[in-house]
Every structure is written in structure tokens, then in C-alpha cells.
């Protein structure tokens, strides 16, 4: 017992990657077990304008703390270098700030949600990200989601889980559906 208890203090690194729907849910749904076991829980979230389901969902339960929004509302490839340098900024503010978070208050889950998206379009720094994610709170479980994982990232993480799109509404021009997408 006391060797499964010690085991439990070291916080493990999940990622959620690949090109099918549900990486964000699954990070979600993580997130409302742990809040619901009395765990505290930071859920960060990269490239989204903080006004999807599930976040306001995450902002309305105590002890959960949620950092999102854009000060751009667009895609990365329609932004020009200014938005993007802006976006940058915002999305390196977002890691400082749960970083500081992460060592001085008690945190047991950090999402850092469409973070493998961020870096792989330039917008947010993957040595920052790494740097972090190796000198953490030992007791920290931590879960990155987006759609490629880089090799860095996969060879820190302990779950890799990929999702897979077999098929999807949007090949049969079915927009995305409030409620149910975002």
C-alpha cells in the first residue's frame, strides 16, 4: 500500500494528439474527474477564443481555474505577422502564468489544451514548453492535446493516447455544430 501511495505522488504527462474529434473532450472529461475528487485543476487553452461548451461549463466550478481567450479571432493561416507575434505573446503569457501557478499553488492537473497545435504553428515556444514540463512539481499531472506530437514531447510523455478520424460530418459539408464541436 504505502509503495502504491508514493507511486501516486509523481504526476504523469498525458497527450491527447492525432486528427479525429475528441481530444479536447477527452481532456475535459479528465478534468471533472479529477475536480470531482477534490483535486485542483488549471485548464489552459491555446488557439480558441474561450466561448466553446465546455469552457463555460469549467469556468462555473469552484477550486477549477481556467486561462483562455484570443485577442485575435482567426485562424493561424489568415493572421498576418502582427496578429501572430500578438497571439505569440499571449500564448507565452498563458504558459508563464501556469507555470507560476503550477509552483506556488497546490495544483494536481494542468491541461494544456491545443498546446502541440500552438507550437506547431510557431505559436508558442516548444523549448519553453519542454524546459517546463521537465523541472515541474514532482506530484503534477499534466496533459498537452493537439494534433501532431513532436518527437521531444512523446519521448516525456507517460500516456499517449491518439485519436483517429475514420470519418467525419465535415466531408459531407456538415459545419461544425454548436453544442456538439464547440
Given amino acids: 500500500m504505502n509503495q502504491q501511495k508514493a507511486f501516486w505522488k509523481r504526476g504523469l504527462l498525458h497527450i491527447y494528439c492525432g486528427d479525429g474529434k475528441g481530444k479536447t473532450t477527452a481532456a475535459v472529461g479528465l478534468s471533472v474527474r479529477a475536480h470531482g475528487r477534490g483535486r485542483r485543476v488549471v485548464f489552459v487553452q491555446f488557439l480558441k477564443d474561450g466561448r ?16 483562455t481567450g484570443q485577442t485575435v479571432a482567426k485562424f493561424t493561416f489568415a493572421m498576418n505577422e502582427q496578429e501572430r507575434a500578438e497571439t505569440y505573446a499571449l500564448h507565452m503569457d498563458y504558459l508563464s502564468r501556469a507555470a507560476r501557478l503550477a509552483h506556488s499553488e497546490p495544483i494536481d492537473l494542468l491541461v494544456l489544451d491545443e498546446a502541440l497545435g500552438a507550437i506547431e504553428t510557431g505559436l508558442l515556444d516548444e523549448d519553453t514548453l519542454v524546459d517546463f514540463l521537465s523541472h515541474r512539481p514532482k506530484h503534477l499531472e499534466v496533459v498537452l492535446t493537439g494534433r501532431i506530437i ?7 510523455a507517460d500516456y499517449i493516447s491518439e485519436i483517429r478520424c475514420v470519418r467525419h460530418p465535415y466531408e459531407q459539408g456538415i459545419a ?3 453544442g456538439i464541436e464547440y
Avoid: F, H, N, P
Avoid at 52 to 67: A, D, F, P
Avoid at 150 to 156: K, S, Y
Fill in 52 to 67: 466553446s461548451g465546455e469552457i463555460q461549463v469549467l469556468k462555473r466550478l469552484e477550486g477549477l481555474t481556467v486561462i
Fill in 176 to 178: 461544425a455544430r454548436e
Fill in 150 to 156: 513532436t518527437d521531444r514531447l512523446a519521448e516525456l
